[in-house]
């Protein structure tokens, strides 16, 4: 994606499906079928974004396939294979005040209750029974780490989230 901003990825083409346009949809959303909650799509293709409509989808297996409006062959859907699949963050649902979608949370300065800056938030994990967040060390940290991993347990470990700053306060220890 050229700006990480101005798009969330959701997805990509999968390989064709039949002869038809049908093809195989990868989604990274937490329910296959929920890419699908979004009325268009932005697809990639060689470097550029183009808004497509989904004319039908159906599950297939544990997955989902669809075909787009204007795409009515095999030979249109091999041309979208590999295509990454995005939508506009203004399409994405509101949230409640303290709930965070991940890539908000990617980039922000970790701090402990005692001051000790940790670095900042460089990936999440999902580990069944909660998210972690990835958080890369400073250059010079004191205690000698790379990376940390902080469990996302609100109330427990995350005592704060802020947006203006962009600071998550944490109880946790620096040499953990």
């Not at 979208?80 to 991940?102: M, R, S």
Request: charged share 30%; hydrophobic share 40%; with cysteine.
């Amino acid at each position: 994606m050229s700006n990480q901003t101005d798009k969330v990825l959701l997805g990509c083409v999968g390989a064709p499906y039949g002869i038809k346009g049908w093809m195989k949809i990868t989604t990274y959303t937490d329910l296959p079928e929920s890419i699908f909650d979004y009325s268009s799509w932005l697809v990639e293709s060689k470097g550029q974004w183009a808004e497509m409509k989904v004319a039908e989808w159906r599950r297939h297996g544990k997955g989902v396939v669809a075909r787009f409006a204007d795409v009515d062959d095999r030979d249109d859907a091999v041309r979208l294979t590999g295509c990454k699949i995005a939508v506009k963050p203004e399409q994405l649902a509101e949230l409640d005040e303290n709930d965070f979608y991940w890539r908000e949370l990617i980039g922000m300065e970790v701090k402990n209750i005692k001051g000790y800056h940790f670095g900042h938030v460089d990936g999440l994990m999902e580990t069944g029974s909660n998210d972690v967040l990835q958080v890369k060390a400073n250059a010079r940290d004191g205690f000698g780490k790379k990376e940390r991993l902080i469990p996302l347990v609100d109330g427990q470990v995350i005592i704060n989230i802020n947006r203006e700053t962009r600071v998550i306060e944490v109880d946790w220890d620096p040499d953990f």
